[in-house]
């Protein structure tokens, strides 16, 4: 799906949610859907991205749609939140911005530049002041979560002395072959075989940091359906795509989940020359982007359960 695709996607949903939204909200929805037609340039792009990665507390898909009502937002909560945590009420006349609700269909939040404190509210926190800064630069358990998640996809990582010129590979893996991942450590430690779907290489040579990014690299093309899917409800199917559109991709994903603990990798070079030289966006999914981006985030805090 493009990203004309993918504004189709959203206005489908706009209307299928006017029943159920009271009139105010509504309306933010019309102007939602309508500044979904902006992001066809590479400027507002990569002012998209470079937004997503500092919104670490929401979702990718959820920060993308923030910042499609509110480019300047800083940090959201939802009323209650706002009250019962930091001591603030929504000013009047503030405008709800509509995000998506875990197991529910959407949940109305709002930036903190439209709250004000109550008597006796707290300073605010860091988390809320200065929710951008940066974290650090370094990779922690990511790695090694990521690695063993994956493998409930099928997929095996082999470390490979490639020298400089080869960060990592991933491709489709010969049939027949079965992986033996855990299911549960507890009371009993607890197996399964898991097909043999895609094989991984990544290079000793790169430092931790390195890997991460090949890692978010080359499973941004698994995620994103360029070698295809083994069920359309874990990922798209999208293999008939022009490599420049798979890298684009690809790096995107890289660059907003890099993005997420502080890591500066390549990939933000590399989009951004090719941003420089180019005026018009190729036709990328970035519904794709953002659920391949939203899952590695997920794998890289906690272990998943299998599919």
């Known amino acids: 799906m493009s990203i004309r695709g993918t504004q189709d996607t959203l206005f489908d949903i706009a209307e299928g949610l006017r029943g159920i939204l009271p009139p105010k909200p509504e309306r933010a929805l019309d102007e939602l859907f309508d500044l979904a037609r902006k992001y066809t340039t590479t400027e507002s792009y990569n002012e998209l991205l470079k937004f997503i990665r500092r919104f670490r507390f929401y979702s990718p898909y959820n920060a993308m749609l923030i910042h499609m009502q509110m480019p300047g937002a800083k940090f959201v909560a939802t009323p209650r939140r706002w009250l019962?945590?930091?001591?603030?009420r929504i000013r009047t006349g503030a405008r709800p911005l509509v995000i998506l609700q875990p197991r529910g269909p959407v949940m109305f939040v709002f930036d903190v530049s439209d709250t004000e404190p109550l008597n006796g509210a707290p300073p605010l926190p860091a988390e809320v002041d200065r929710p951008f800064e940066v974290r650090g630069g370094t990779v922690g358990r990511?790695?090694?979560?990521?690695?063993?998640n994956v493998k409930r996809d099928g997929v095996s990582i082999t470390d490979q002395d490639a020298g400089?010129?080869?960060?990592?590979?991933?491709q489709t893996a010969a049939s027949g072959k079965h992986l033996k991942v855990l299911k549960k450590s507890f009371p009993v430690a607890e197996y399964e075989q898991v097909p043999l779907r895609y094989e991984m290489l990544l290079n000793t040579k790169l430092s931790r940091e390195g890997r991460y990014a090949t890692l978010a690299h080359e499973l941004g093309h698994l995620y994103c359906?360029?070698?295809?899917?083994?069920n359309v409800n874990w990922w798209p199917d999208r293999q008939i795509l022009h490599t420049n559109v798979c890298e684009f991709e690809a790096e995107s994903v890289c660059y907003l989940v890099c993005g997420y603990i502080g890591v500066d990798n390549p990939s933000e070079q590399y989009l951004s020359g090719y941003m420089d030289k180019n005026k018009e966006m190729p036709a990328i999914s970035l519904e794709a982007?953002?659920?391949a981006a939203g899952l590695l985030q997920r794998m890289g805090?906690?272990?998943?359960?299998?599919r």
Do not use: F
């Open 84 to 88: 019962d945590k930091y001591k603030r």
């Open 142 to 148: 990511e790695l090694e979560l990521t690695c063993e």
């Open 164 to 170: 400089s010129q080869r960060a990592g590979s991933l």
């Open 225 to 230: 359906g360029h070698l295809g899917s083994p």
């Open 289 to 291: 982007v953002m659920k």
């Open 301 to 306: 805090e906690r272990r998943l359960k299998l």
